[in-house]
């Protein structure tokens, strides 16, 4: 944790800002510091970025008005409220992406559109729903200040590993109903594939706006209806898996990733240049996904049967919910690669 992440956090239990920081470890690391061009990395950047920083690696956070110690472990301050549930484990735990490969960074400004690099420059940045980081790591590499919260341990981990080298990215573990931070913090938050795995979405909506400051801008990312086929394997698979031990389920994504791999991946890149078969690989089952290594397509199947999605969105839903709460420049966009999903943005008045 770096030091300047206490300015922005709150008590989640009782909202008080006196928070007293103390620490039992410290390390120097040496990290990079974001650039307005977006190209960096330990390999490729000038020396000049590099710069050395303070972290907390051990320690806690204690409120002063009720009492309450959290844990700062592994270099992540653990946030969340007494009675809030933590995330479920997941096999993106083991997920170290590529920062070289340009899919990685396509898929990231895809699903934000229409946010562009510049969107990020000199912002102060909520990821909520962090998962493991690949979106922080982009919206700092931008030039972003970013605050990464999700409440599963494994998500929080996972994205303090992928973006350890970035300066401007700092991790906490917190509840996305009652964050440990402080009202109209941030210019820009955004919460991308979240809301649709959650018991009461729009709530997190609501507590999402309090996070924007006047003129700061809330961007989404949500599954759109899922119908037929699509919808009924994904129910019966769901149905056979959602209580099998880790392991198990682990031996059943390789296979379902194999079988994907082998009759929707490999057919799409090969078809899927010639006009009269695009027609036809287009409606494979996440052909979309024969960009990603096999480790991550093991990753998605595994997280997407164990972790249930909740609620369905549309359009009409999200701007509804936009102009309801006061939003300028609602724009909703429908987005169809393997399945439908929508791009909702707005700005906070």
């Avoid at 929080?156 to 009202?183: C, F, M, W």
């Avoid at 899922?226 to 389920?249: I, K, S």
Wanted: neutral net charge; aromatic residues 8%.
């Amino acid at each position: 944790m770096k030091y300047n992440l206490v300015q922005w956090l709150l008590c989640p239990e009782c909202g008080s800002t006196s928070l007293s920081l103390k620490t039992t470890k410290v390390e120097k690391r040496s990290q990079f510091s974001s650039t307005s061009a977006g190209k960096m990395g330990p390999d490729d950047d000038p020396e000049d970025a590099r710069r050395a920083v303070d972290e907390v690696i051990e320690g806690a956070l204690s409120c002063d008005g009720c009492r309450l110690v959290y844990p700062i472990r592994e270099g992540i301050p653990r946030m969340m409220p007494s009675e809030a549930v933590a995330g479920p484990p997941t096999h993106h735990r083991y997920t170290e992406f590529d920062t070289a490969v340009p899919e990685w960074e396509a898929n990231f400004l895809d699903i934000a559109e229409p946010l562009v690099p510049k969107s990020f420059l000199g912002q102060r940045v909520l990821d909520a729903g962090c998962g493991f980081g690949r979106h922080a790591f982009f919206a700092a590499r931008y030039g972003a200040e970013v605050v990464a919260l999700d409440s599963s341990s494994d998500a929080v981990e996972a994205t303090r590993r992928n973006t350890k080298n970035l300066s401007s990215v700092h991790v906490i573990q917190g509840d996305i109903y009652r964050p440990p931070l402080r009202e109209g913090t941030f210019d820009l938050t955004y919460s991308f594939g979240v809301l649709h795995h959650l018991d009461d979405p729009h709530e997190a909506f609501k507590v999402l706006t309090r996070t924007l400051r006047p003129g700061g801008r809330l961007s989404l990312f949500v599954y759109g209806p899922r119908q037929g086929a699509t919808a009924a394997a994904n129910n019966a698979l769901r149905g056979v898996t959602a209580d099998m031990e880790a392991d198990q389920l682990e031996k059943v994504s390789r296979v379902i990733a194999s079988g994907l791999r082998m009759f929707s991946h490999t057919p799409y890149r090969m078809l899927r240049g010639m006009p009269i078969a695009r027609s036809v690989v287009n409606h494979l089952p996440v052909h979309d996904h024969h960009q990603w290594p096999f480790g991550v397509v093991v990753a998605d199947v595994y997280d997407r049967l164990r972790i249930p999605v909740k609620h369905w969105f549309t359009g009409e839903k999200l701007e509804s919910w936009l102009t309801t709460e006061g939003y300028a420049d609602v724009q909703v966009t429908r987005r169809v690669r393997n399945n439908e999903t929508f791009r909702a943005t707005g700005v906070r008045r």
